[in-house]
């Protein structure tokens, strides 16, 4: 009896492996669905910037919310270059300026900044001190700024 | 006798020049408060090529061709450093140099000239307060049928209105310096659209125009609810200006980015507030300016 169940498991696993297969070996994803996953990346982004300035301009009363704003910050700019791989500049519409992959240094620069803020970000939240998160807080919306100023293009006209 | 009269004279020079020492700071402070509002620096100085802080040379690409802003730091040759208090009023309130020259609009002395007497002085000790720059002036790039300056007399005629702000008694206190306040920020210059003759169409003020600097997309920030900033509150516009956040929390890096970084960020909340202020009670007009697809609410995180 435990033979059979094992070797049931057995073969139902390998069909699972065997059907999953083509998917897992997908790695060359359409540069339309990379950007289309950065643009939801940065539209969490920009909601929970916007959530979390809200609280700390006193707008709403969700202090206990401000700790998993700051995670989900963390996580969200932990790698931003991993969201504009080589190629991600074509295809689908995207305002990702070329800069990104010419000045490529400059780039990484900034983004590992806001990287280093959303850390401090997270680590200051943790004290409930609005004194201490706030210029953090600061610090993180003055990288957003700084790239877009000069990785993003401008809004066109109609 | 005579060593006694000196001495008495030399204490009354000392007693002015200490209350000239002491006087200065806040005259300075007041005018770096001004320059803040005013945005100067944004222009007068040329960012991209890393030179000095209002050093000028930085090109600004119009329809009539690129100027190159002039040195503005008290250099006496190159800069401003020769210039009296009553030059630098005459320069800012009329837009004439001091040596009579006419100098082109794409300087806002459109809107600079509101600024009071008092302030233009505070401004001018701050200018002189700033480093000297040795650097030369570059001439402008301009299409052909502008280069005549004097001509530039008939368009003030035509399009400019000289003078300090005048204060509204129908207004409150606070709605007087926010319209103060955006004069001096010269947000009318790139929020309205320009006529053939580079003059604000003034039907249609802060609607914004596709013609901005920089060939930028210049929103309308009148309190229509489609195409303008009709569904922000004021704590949003507020928050917006002190700190480049949308409600939506999308971080503009485009040349508000400049203004708000240079300038904005430095003002006091109630000024700030103030301008909201005055920004809200504007007349609303429809102008769509931007690209929206399938009529869906554009999204602010195309990236």
């Known amino acids: ?158 | 006798m005579k060593s006694a009269e000196r001495r008495w004279i030399a204490a009354i020079l000392l007693a002015g020049a200490v209350s000239i020492v002491e006087a200065a700071p806040d005259s300075v402070k007041q005018g770096e408060y001004i320059f803040r509002a005013a945005g100067c620096v944004t222009c007068h100085t040329d960012d991209k090529n890393k030179s000095s802080l209002l050093a000028g040379g930085r090109a600004l690409k119009t329809v009539f061709g690129v100027f190159y802003t002039p040195n503005i730091t008290p250099d006496p040759q190159y800069g401003i450093g020769r210039w009296s208090d009553e030059d630098f009023i005459r320069a800012l309130r009329l837009g004439v140099s001091p040596r009579g020259e006419q100098y082109y609009p794409a300087f806002p002395y459109t809107s600079y000239t509101r600024l009071t007497d008092d302030d233009l002085r505070a401004l001018k000790a701050y200018l002189f307060s700033v480093k000297p720059v040795a650097q030369p002036n570059k001439s402008h790039d301009l299409v052909w049928y502008v280069r005549f300056r004097p001509a530039l007399a008939v368009w003030k005629k035509l399009f400019f209105t000289p003078g300090a702000y005048q204060v509204r008694t129908d207004k409150p206190a606070s709605w007087n310096r926010g319209a103060y306040l955006a004069a001096v920020a010269h947000c009318a210059e790139c929020h309205t659209p320009r006529g053939v003759l580079g003059n604000l169409q003034q039907a249609k003020l802060y609607s914004g125009t596709r013609d901005g600097p920089e060939n930028a997309v210049v929103p309308n920030i009148t309190p229509d609810k489609k195409t303008g900033i009709g569904r922000w509150s004021r704590s949003d516009l507020t928050y917006y200006l002190a700190t480049g956040a949308t409600p939506d929390g999308d971080y503009a890096g485009d040349l508000m980015a400049d203004v708000i970084d240079n300038g904005l960020r430095y003002l006091r909340k109630d000024d700030v507030q103030a301008i909201a202020e005055y920004i809200q009670s504007l007349p609303a007009f429809e102008n769509p300016l931007t690209k929206q697809k399938n009529n869906k609410k554009k999204s602010e995180f195309d990236y």
């Not at chain 1, 897992?24 to 300035?53: C, V």
């Open chain 1, 1 to 158: 009896m435990k033979f059979a169940v094992a070797k049931i498991a057995f073969i139902v696993g390998s069909v699972v492996t065997f059907l999953a297969a083509p998917f897992a070996l997908q790695a060359e994803s359409s540069p339309e669905d990379i950007i289309k996953y950065r643009q939801n990346m940065m539209k969490a982004n920009g909601a929970h910037m916007a959530a979390m300035g809200a609280v700390i301009q006193g707008k709403v009363d969700y202090k206990k919310d401000l700790a998993d704003h700051a995670r989900a910050l963390q996580a969200i700019n932990k790698n931003i270059p991993a969201l504009f791989p080589k190629g991600s500049d074509f295809g689908g519409e995207t305002k990702a300026l070329d800069a990104i992959w010419q000045k490529n240094a400059d780039f990484e620069k900034l983004a590992k900044q806001a990287g280093a803020d959303a850390d401090a970000l997270a680590k200051a939240v943790q004290t409930g001190d609005a004194k201490v998160y706030g210029p953090k807080f600061k610090a993180l919306a003055d990288d957003c700024k700084a790239c877009h100023k000069d990785f993003r293009k401008k809004d066109e006209a109609q």
